[in-house]
């Protein structure tokens, strides 16, 4: 039995081979990194470092089991009320990890008499989650009014009793570009629809005190579940959803991953409360100022460029996509390698994480070097 095991994990690893998606983990990652989601620097701040030192001095190294058995500590409930008040909510509820937060929600929400409608290429965590829900999954095409608008007219005709939850990416993780709110709140709103909001990669970035994008354009009323991650702009690890007490009490009665799962650790907490209390200071602030310098910045060099953080530079091929990846990490400069199933064949591209913590000069050392392989 393990020999046919380890011959069928063979003969995928040669699959990935010969279409160039096989993926390993680095040894170490060069010094400057343009590849990970920590848009203003937070993970390392000194007050955010510090306060989950306290947290584990206080409170242990982690939650020792689900918080209906080991019960909330300070951390969990200082948070979700410090969450609640960004997202201008009655009330939110944190997860162990982004990727756990919609295969538990999405599932209370729906199920198989129901449906989801979700943006083509949306984050494999969102696909999974309409998956669990056993829901009628419905692709739309992202910012097109017309896709969206065609699959509720269809689905109403196809299946008038059930409910309909829509799911969209505030700022998408991987083409980079913001979402266009007003027309999904629009026909979310006339067809009678649930809007979950995964505010991932926006949080932090844009908005009153770094709020989001709905809290940008001024529609975060209109939004009935706000998901964001703890991991990226807030520098800590995590998930949560933002909405109604009653909404909220339902998830943590029915999220089979904050039900079963082990709940985050005190200071992954205290680091995310820290995180938030520096985003709606002056320094946060200055922070997302110095970010979108950086943004600005990039764009006057690559004109082909998106307004958020996220800059893909699509260059097609797997082989020169990796190659390119491969000779950046030579030059002290990392810088994601994405290629399929992450996104659509023949879309592979380097994924350009801009943040905060970038020096002009060094936005300006990644261009001269990017140049070295057209974009598309």
Request: charged share 25%; with cysteine; glycine share 8%.
């Amino acid at each position: 039995m393990s020999g046919s095991l380890t011959a069928q994990a063979r003969e995928k690893k040669e699959i990935r081979v010969a279409q160039g998606t096989q993926r390993s983990l680095p040894a170490e990652q060069a010094s400057l990194s343009f590849a990970d989601n920590d848009y203003l620097g937070l993970s390392r701040h000194p007050r955010v470092t510090e306060a989950a030192v306290r947290a584990i001095r206080d409170a242990g190294t982690g939650a020792r089991a689900a918080r209906h058995l080991a019960g909330s500590c300070r951390e969990h409930a200082g948070l979700e009320k410090a969450l609640a008040g960004w997202k201008g909510t009655e009330a939110a509820l944190v997860f162990s990890s982004g990727y756990q937060t919609p295969l538990g929600v999405i599932p209370c929400l729906v199920g198989p008499k129901d449906t989801v409608l979700l943006e083509r290429n949306a984050h494999a965590c969102l696909f999974d989650g309409a998956r669990l829900s056993g829901a009628r999954l419905r692709l739309f095409l992202r910012n097109s009014r017309e896709s969206l608008e065609e699959a509720l007219v269809s689905n109403r005709k196809l299946n008038p009793q059930g409910k309909v939850l829509l799911v969209a990416e505030s700022l998408h993780s991987m083409d980079g570009d913001f979402a266009e709110l007003e027309f999904l709140a629009e026909l979310k709103e006339r067809f009678g629809a649930w809007l979950l909001l995964d505010e991932a990669h926006a949080n932090g970035v844009v908005g009153p005190e770094g709020a989001g994008w709905a809290a940008e354009r001024g529609c975060a009323h209109r939004i009935d579940i706000h998901m964001g991650t703890l991991g990226k702009s807030l520098g800590s690890s995590g998930g949560f959803v933002a909405a109604s007490a009653e909404i909220i009490d339902h998830f943590l009665n029915e999220a089979r991953t904050f039900l079963y799962g082990t709940a985050p650790a005190p200071a992954a907490m205290a680091a995310a409360t820290e995180a938030l209390a520096v985003l709606g200071s002056a320094e946060g602030n200055r922070l997302r100022e110095n970010l979108q310098r950086n943004i600005l910045l990039y764009a006057s060099l690559h004109p082909a460029s998106r307004q958020g953080p996220i800059q893909p530079w699509i260059l097609k091929s797997n082989d020169v996509t990796v190659r390119a990846r491969n000779h950046l990490r030579s030059l002290g400069l990392e810088v994601a390698a994405i290629r399929p199933p992450t996104v659509p064949e023949g879309t592979a591209r380097l994924r350009i994480s801009l943040s905060a913590r970038h020096s002009p000069a060094e936005v300006r050392r990644l261009v001269e070097e990017l140049a070295r392989f057209p974009a598309e």
